[in-house]
């Protein structure tokens, strides 16, 4: 099969769902123009998928806008440096149960079927490849480079969006905002102030920006960092010609276990919302005790570097500027290097989005719904948004509820509340549906009079026949 065949048994497909009927939301008018009842906030993985599952659901005045250029949303031709996805290649995502919108189908349509039985994993850049062609395809209604600077709520259930296009600022208006930011999107990347307070910025990176590693060509970096991104930075590094890239861990073992290998199995992603908050606690500071770990292949990648060296048990103490280097002290020694990347992850707290900066104040966080035992306690957990199951933001203050209708985070900020469902590739299948659910729902009781009014002065006839009188056939009159 030809990606041409492929299109036509998905356009096939789509037919027997009867997608593309009419909308059942009815236009909001406003003077300043129009009203859009969706706009999706990331035109990445989580944001294609969204709007595929609003439209059908026959919601299609939607709009999806992204800051990057096209081709370049999300991570994966940017700043995610792996080789293939660590995801295992059999898991669906953004398919929506339709197999001629799966991964699988689309690389089947181009390498056969013994082209999928010799994949391991799912290469890095033929997944954008497959995002690129889900949204032609599907003709997804995408705007790049429109950044939202912030969200001014109007009045409950209706938002000026303020963006950046082309380098002016417009509005854009909408009755819901769902902001599908990815990793980054629920706070912002974490580098300790120990390093950023002692060397120039010309010396270090956090993993998440752009790093010029022509320049780092027979230099010494060094990686801070245990998770899985860490080592993929390391063989990125020497893959471009760093003659030494040291992995620095504050563990005495390297981390072993992934728990999303359990959690993908055993109903836990799918079905976490249904626990209580005490359990949604324990469960998610559990997580992150066990970090993801690096799979087989690319640690053993790593290991055939010559360059590269492993530090475990090796914490940063202390960080200096000396000239050209960075001095790094470590438990087990001082050493010098030309560039530092950051592997340390990020932090989560909606004060920490400008997006939001009009109604975070109001935003409930876990610390004001929840307290939890001493021994799991953590600010950076308690600093997570408190969500409903639909991931919509919840208010810590009554005149916060109307302000904060209608916006929606599925992003990493969604972790305690709901999961891996919109922080993993895994879990966007159980995620997705139930964000266009509640969405959808919100939808329909915002209009809800407006509704049952229609309802119930419908007098539409179906039936037109005539029931036989008495003066035409007798015999059949009761």
């Not at 709007?51 to 370049?72: M, W, Y």
């Not at 079927?113 to 690129?132: A, F, Q, R, S, T």
Request: hydrophobic content about 35%; some cysteine.
């Amino acid at each position: 099969m030809s990606l041409e065949k492929l299109n036509e048994r998905v356009k096939t497909d789509l037919s027997y769902l009867n997608y593309g009927g009419p909308d059942w939301v009815k236009q909001k008018k406003h003077s300043e123009g129009h009203v859009y009842d969706v706009v999706i906030v990331g035109g990445g993985q989580s944001g294609l998928g969204i709007a595929f599952g609003l439209l059908r659901e026959r919601v299609s005045n939607i709009l999806i806008i992204d800051e990057n250029r096209e081709g370049k949303e999300g991570p994966w031709e940017t700043y995610a440096r792996m080789i293939t996805l660590r995801t295992p290649k059999h898991l669906t995502s953004i398919d929506y149960g339709i197999p001629s919108l799966t991964f699988r189908s689309w690389w089947e349509a181009q390498f056969g079927k013994e082209g999928w039985d010799k994949v391991d994993k799912i290469p890095k850049g033929d997944w954008m490849n497959y995002l690129k062609w889900y949204r032609k395809t599907l003709q997804l209604p995408v705007q790049n480079e429109v950044k939202l600077t912030f969200i001014e709520p109007i009045e409950r259930g209706l938002h000026r969006l303020h963006v950046e296009k082309s380098g002016t600022s417009q509005i854009i208006l909408t009755r819901k905002v769902i902001l599908a930011t990815g990793i980054q999107g629920g706070g912002q990347w974490h580098v300790p102030s120990m390093i950023s307070e002692a060397l120039p910025r010309d010396l270090y990176a956090h993993t998440s920006k752009e790093i010029d590693f022509t320049k780092l060509k027979g230099k010494k970096v060094a990686i801070l960092g245990g998770g899985a991104s860490a080592y993929d930075n390391a063989n990125y590094a020497l893959l471009n010609g760093v003659q030494e890239a040291h992995v620095f861990i504050r563990r005495e073992q390297i981390q072993r276990i992934n728990p999303i290998r359990q959690m993908e199995v055993s109903g836990m992603i799918e079905h976490f919302s249904a626990l209580s908050d005490e359990e949604k606690y324990a469960a998610i500071a559990h997580f992150l005790q066990h970090n993801q770990p690096p799979t087989n292949d690319t640690f053993n990648r790593a290991l055939s570097w010559p360059g590269f060296k492993l530090h475990l048990g090796s914490p940063w103490l202390n960080v200096e500027d000396d000239g050209n280097r960075a001095i790094v002290t470590t438990p087990k020694g001082v050493f010098s290097f030309d560039f530092l990347i950051i592997s340390t992850g990020l932090l989560t707290d909606p004060k920490l989005r400008p997006e939001l900066r009009l109604v975070e104040k109001h935003i409930a966080r876990w610390k004001d719904k929840y307290t939890a035992p001493k021994e799991i306690a953590s600010s950076i957990l308690d600093a997570h948004p408190y969500l409903s199951s639909g991931f919509s933001f919840t208010s810590r203050t009554p005149e916060g509820e109307n302000l904060l209708h209608g916006i929606y985070s599925y992003n990493y900020s969604a972790l305690i509340s709901c999961g891996l469902t919109a922080s993993a590739l895994s879990g966007m299948r159980y995620g997705i549906p139930k964000i266009v659910s509640a969405i959808t729902d919100e939808l329909f009781l915002d209009d809800r009079e407006e509704k049952l009014n229609d309802f119930f002065h419908y007098n539409v006839e179906e039936f037109i026949g005539n029931w036989p009188n008495e003066e035409n056939d007798q015999s059949r009159v009761g």
